[in-house]
């Protein structure tokens, strides 16, 4: 079945340390892809998006991301990451091109970051 | 400026009862989105609205679930009767194009409901 595959389920991390969440997606055809942040009782914001262009892309809080079609897959990245970090992170895919604006989420993975 | 408002944040309710949530998008959004968010099966949409008409209910689980968007600043999603595998976290999203693939899609905070 198609679907937005997260391998990690939970990630636990010391401060300093880099991170990189896999995502990988079973859709043909142009997607338009994204990652989703979750913090500790908040709701779900934006890290960065890709539609086009450079593969590689960086959102905020110095997190970046990799598009590759050839591996369907659209890994999460930081070099360093803060206590601050901990969080549910959230891949999602738009399978549809210009059809619509459903998205299809990964399970998400939890990130746990030691101070 | 608000983001997207939802209420209640919170509902216990007892099997049987209706359950109705609420959910104002930005203003200014044309689309709005609903998900359900459970340990099972993670975040799906349930519906979405493009100029308060409905474009894609397939995620709707069944015939005890309904939503409306009556005007642009106002939704609604009802569960009739409601059962304790309706328990979850539903949120609302708001986006300020036609819903399509490339709009950010703004989440709500949720509603945490309990079906007992």
């Known amino acids: 079945a198609q679907s937005v595959s997260q391998h990690n389920h939970h990630v636990i991390l010391s401060e300093a340390a880099s991170l990189e969440l896999g995502c990988n997606y079973s859709y043909g055809g142009t997607v338009n892809l994204f990652w989703y942040v979750q913090y500790p009782g908040q709701h779900l914001q934006l890290l960065l998006k890709y539609f086009s262009g450079d593969p590689l892309v960086k959102g905020i809080k110095g997190f970046e991301a990799e598009f590759i079609k050839s591996k369907f897959s659209f890994n999460l990245r930081k070099p360093s990451v803060q206590w601050s970090d901990t969080a549910e992170y959230f891949c999602?895919?738009?399978?549809?091109?210009?059809?619509?604006?459903?998205?299809?989420f990964g399970q998400g993975t939890e990130l746990s970051v030691k101070p | 400026d608000a983001g997207v408002i939802q209420s209640p944040r919170h509902e216990v309710t007892e099997m049987g009862q209706e359950v109705t949530l609420r959910c104002k998008p930005i203003?200014?959004?044309?689309?709005l989105f609903w998900y359900r968010q459970t340990m099972m099966r993670g975040l799906e949409l349930l519906i979405y609205?493009?100029?308060?008409?409905?474009?894609?209910d397939s995620g709707m689980p069944e015939d005890r679930f309904s939503a409306k968007m009556p005007n642009a600043s106002f939704s609604t999603l009802k569960i009739q009767p409601s059962e304790p595998r309706d328990s979850a976290v539903y949120f609302c999203?708001?986006?300020?194009?036609?819903?399509?693939?490339?709009?950010?899609?703004?989440f709500g905070p949720g509603t945490r409901l309990t079906v007992l």
């Open positions: 999602a895919v738009n399978p549809f091109g210009n059809q619509g604006g459903k998205l299809i």
């Open positions: 999203a708001s986006s300020l194009g036609s819903g399509g693939s490339t709009d950010t899609q703004y």
């Open positions: 609205f493009n100029n308060n008409v409905p474009i894609d």
């Open positions: 203003s200014g959004h044309n689309s």
